[in-house]
């Protein structure tokens, strides 16, 4: 079975300042990896994806993540956060080997506060 | 382009009624899917289609709840008798579903609320 963790449910950090939000995952085989963002009374919105290659990927509004497979993480970062950055913002994960399933695991979500 | 479409975007019905919620995929993306959203148990998986696959439904909570996809693109989920626990957003997800492009692609979602 696949699994999720994201261990803080608030992160809370000054406009200007780097953020880091967590996440670890299990799978079997290689894992897929993906970070969405929520604002309120809204869809989930991709940000960023680990398939393959490079450990450190780039993906919208500035995000990037690192994908650390002997640690099995996959930590979101910004190198200067935004207010409007202020969101839900989740981990999930699928395994990439043939016959794993399809579907997403998500982890609980953790709610980023930038504050002014 | 056009992303996710779902509807309604919020649907308030009395337990024991069924429901129906609509959701049409980005065009041309193969495969669907279907979460459910609650503060208590987080971001569940329900359904997934694939192409003319048989779907897999491993992630319906029970009998009460089922899903259909016509023609490859619009989905229907089906609620039966609804109890006040099916409280929850219901979203949908779309994704071509190609090596190297996994990511799923997401719809507003629908707000079922049952009293």
């Known amino acids: 079975a696949q699994s999720v963790a994201q261990p803080e449910d608030q992160v809370n950090v000054a406009e200007g300042n780097p953020l880091t939000v967590k996440c670890t995952y299990s799978?079997?085989?290689?894992?897929?990896l993906f970070w969405y963002v929520q604002y309120p009374n809204r869809g989930l919105q991709f940000l960023l994806k680990y398939i393959t290659g490079d450990n450190l990927v780039k993906g919208s509004y500035g995000f990037e993540a690192e994908f650390n497979k002997s640690q099995t993480s996959f930590h979101l970062k910004k190198p200067s956060a935004l207010v409007s950055d202020s969101a839900l913002y989740f981990c999930a994960v699928r395994g990439g080997t043939s016959g794993s399933a399809r579907q997403l695991t998500f982890g609980s979500g953790t709610q980023l506060t930038v504050l002014p | 382009g056009a992303g996710v479409s779902q509807s309604p975007s919020n649907k308030v019905t009395e337990k024991g009624k069924d429901v129906e919620l609509r959701c049409d995929p980005i065009?041309?993306?193969?495969?669907l899917y279907w979460y459910r959203q609650s503060l208590g148990q987080g971001l569940e998986f329900l359904i997934y289609f694939q192409g003319n696959s048989a779907p897999d439904k491993s992630g319906l909570p029970s009998d009460r709840f089922s899903a259909e996809r016509t023609g490859g693109s619009v989905s229907t989920l089906t609620i039966q008798r609804t109890q006040q626990e099916d409280s929850a957003v219901y979203l949908c997800?779309?994704?071509?579903?190609?090596?190297?492009?996994?990511?799923?692609?997401f719809g507003p979602g629908t707000r079922l609320t049952v009293t």
């Open positions: 997800a779309s994704s071509l579903a190609q090596q190297g492009s996994y990511e799923q692609y």
């Open positions: 065009s041309g993306h193969t495969a």
């Open positions: 799978v079997s085989g290689n894992p897929y």
